[in-house]
């Protein structure tokens, strides 16, 4: 009776401490100083990131995108979040039922970053902005996305990009309106356009890339990208590192939080849905980011598969050597790729290795994922083939069979037969782990998601859609690799 | 095909760098169509010699020539004797994805080039002359030991080879299917003009199929003759020992002090082990008077229990170094004690060996 009575006092006193916790407390929010105590989303990297870490009296969560950020808003993760005051759109915002707290006193100058050693192509564009200047195009431009609340001109206006000389590579970490953001092939936003003019006035064609924004700055110094953009603030940090261009603009920074007065829309379930089909998936095309990211995918996947099945092979006859150095070799490196994470060796490869050879990204995730999915190949060829007793060997060379006629015709099928599992287990965690090339500014079907989150601010429907998409992608591999040793390996 | 074996060895280095002599010299000659069964303690190299004789085990020394050629040369072509010359293992080695016939029909298809119909037709009759053509079709998994070694049998033969080596055929088996396997081979060696090598543990068996028959031991071909020398009138005491099957047990005993109780109790074990728990009591009793009291003063002594399968007898033996003449004639025997033992044994011998005097107490 007494333990029951404990029990239940425990239980309610969790209940308590559950019920408690979270970002329950109704605060009103209207300065800096009231923020204090609460919990703050920033984008990992963002000027505000590290202000707020700075002030000490705050607990800052970082996050990946601005999708990512204002959804933890909305779900009450965070109290409040942080962000550059054009990011969201004022009609978007009370869509996805945020308001704006408040608008921060201190503004950030916005400009582009360029190597330190490009001193000839920053000057150039410095010029090129004075002159844009005065003659009146900077200040049309910030009337057309800066000014307008939001109301963008319909039809955008697309600039041609086919000027002869060398292409300048702009690297974006935002992927936000009205910054820069991407419809199908065509880049739109302030600072896009003002690339697209500055390449138009150099003569030489502007190729834009989407980055994540804790990787920009690498690629940058890697010569991976000629200048970042992306509502780069300039800040003492940066510029030790850094050139930055004449700032075209100084933003403000805005507090956001959950509008609980936001009506909730008594739309049905199934409309719901249908909306958002229409919204990430029909609306200006957002399905090619999709068909694109899916068309990557494959495309790093079944290269790896390739390459990696490859050198597995050669691993697998080094462990099977019988001399100790090879097969300590094999067993090394096999520990080496079996311990590191794979996104450490991906960056490492593309930052360290391969940085600034000229080589293409998805070549240089095929050959990290190539070289990683080697020691697991490897080790599945080895367990396949030492699961086939000795005795068959014997008795397929008792019989008159050849050294490679016994390997081959009697060896292999069995070892086929118990490690095709493994074998697709493996496989299918190479598709899987794929979804990291994003760091690396490979557009994939996980970043494909992310940039359509960036412009919808849907978390469910992209994640969802994405989430079928490799689901099938496994299935089709599975079932590919049966079909293909179903077919080669029968008497 | 005739087979010549010539001074043939075989060293295994161990990693520690000590190494182990299996082969220490083998000679032989097996002329086409004899029938030979090595038999021999376990460990002695019977496996290892036979597996020589295809390539499937390399010589450290010596050659081997088959038709006159030394396989052992460099450019020779092993899979082609291969074909020539079939095997049937210990663990019989079928093809686990397979089907019995497939089992059969995959040598022949593959290597002799013959046409699938054909191949069947014909694997389907070795199937039936192993009585196994109903099983045709289903996997050796679900086979008996037994089953799986008449399939081996039929595989091994759909080559049609002119030689076949038996390794150890019947060692895997439960004593119950050890027949059928038997006398399969039997009737090959008795239809057939086929060369057959085999290496078993069935005396029997042995004795009747086989027209020569080698005794290995410690590495060697010890003894060399046939069935009716080598299991009727063996010239070595260790062939001797071996196809009677005698077991022995050892005791030196060299001063008072020895261990009576645990002599004791070594030879209980000993009795239960080969069989004969009713001798333990009268074979205990015979060497507690023996040791203790008639034979007391004449130490060092040597004591061998033995235990003959074959003609299932049990003795105990002590045996006095470097004496010529029976103690049993001196004074001071103790009479008594020396009738309780000629009461309880059915045979006392004494005799004088190059060793020294012995006396062996038959039970």
Redesign the interface.
Known sequence: MFLRTKILFLFSLLLAVACSGGPAQKRVIGCEEDISGLKVGVVTGSCYDMDLSARGDVEVLRFNTEADQANAIVNGLVDVGVHDEVVFAPDHLKEMGLKVAFKGKESYPAAFGFRKSEKELLSAYNEFFAQATASGVVDSLRAVWLDCDGQYPDPLHVYPNNEPGEPIVVGTAGAVAPVSFRIEQDWFGIESELMYLFGEYLGRPIVFKSLATASIMMSLQTGDIDIMMGCVFVTEERLQRFDFSTPYHYYHCSYFVRDDDAGRSSTSLWQKFKDGINQNLIVEGRWRFITDGLWETIKITLLSILLGSILGIGLCFMSGSKRRWIKQTASLYKAFMERMPMLVLLLIMFYVVFGGAGIGASSIAVIAFGLNFAASAGGVFRTALDSV?R??T??G??????RF?TFS??VL??AV?KGLPLYTGQCVSLLKGTSIVGYIAIHDLTRASDIIRSRTFDALLPLLVVTVLYFLLAWIIAWLLKLIFKKTCR? | MNISVRHISKVYSNPDGSSLRVLKDVNCEISQGEVISIIGPSGTGKSTFLRMLNGLETPSGGEILVDGENILSKGYSLSRLRKRMGMVFQSFNLFGDMTVLENVIFAPCRLLKMDVETAKAEGMALLRKVGMAEKASVFPSTLSGGQKQRVAIARCLAMKPEAVLFDEPTSALDPTMVGEVLSVIRQLARDTGMTMIIVTHEMEFAREVSTRVFFMNEGLIYEDGTPEQIFKNPVHSATKAFVQRIQKLKFDITSPDFDFYGMQSEMSQFCIKYNVPEKRDVLTHITEEMTQVVLKDFLPLHVVLSYNAQQSETAVAFMMEGRTSSPLAEEGIDDISMMMVRAMSKEIIEESTSRGFRIKVIV
């Open positions: 007793p005795g068959q014997e008795a060379l008792a019989l008159g069979f050849t006629q015709g009697i099928p069995q037969k008497v």
